[in-house]
């Protein structure tokens, strides 16, 4: 009987754990949420882009985009909510839209063109994952003395100086 309760606990015990894993995964999925108040074209037809765009996240400014700028903001979840207060053209009254997005959980760092999202468009046009590119320089070769093959440093005095007599 002692061995039963023993292993029956146990049992239990993995199954709480795997539950609440199982709702860290879906409640606990950190996103970078980037905002691009870029022109696009979708299926030949241009999308402009507004003057301006204030981002609210959790009712805190997240961003202030003009025209070809990108903002960000972090969330906690899967359901996005934030509110758009989009100025059109410049000297006119900004207008105020609500938007909820549900963001995939396969990607860390989303895109959410926000000209694509006013148009109304469907989800492949206005959410894209973010992938960071690395741009490598090409290092710099030490310039040398073509004679003696020896290293020449910036003050031209061929890496000896302060040795004295060698």
């Not at 795997?18 to 074209?41: K, S």
């Not at 509110?83 to 000297?91: D, F, H, P, V």
């Not at 926000?114 to 690395?134: C, G, H, K, N």
């Not at 070769?141 to 031209?156: A, K, N």
């Amino acid at each position: 009987m002692n061995k039963k309760k023993t292993i029956l606990i146990r049992v239990l015990a993995v199954v709480v754990l795997l539950v609440i894993a199982a709702a860290m995964m879906v409640i606990g999925r950190g996103h970078t949420v980037y905002f691009d108040n870029v022109a696009m074209e979708y299926e030949g037809k241009t999308y402009a882009n507004p003057y301006r765009v204030d981002v609210y996240v959790k009712e805190e400014r997240a961003a202030k985009l003009k025209a070809d700028e990108r903002g960000m903001a972090s969330w906690m979840g899967a359901n996005f909510k934030m509110t758009l207060e989009i100025t059109e053209n410049k000297g006119d009254e900004p207008t105020t839209k609500e938007f909820k997005v549900k963001l995939p959980q396969s990607m860390d760092g989303v895109i959410i063109n926000i000209p694509a999202l006013l148009a109304d468009l469907p989800e492949e046009a206005y959410l894209s994952e973010f992938v960071q590119t690395i741009v490598e320089e090409p290092e710099e070769e030490e310039p040398s003395d073509t004679e003696t093959d020896t290293p020449v440093d910036d003050l031209g005095t061929d890496g000896f100086e302060g040795l004295g007599d060698i």
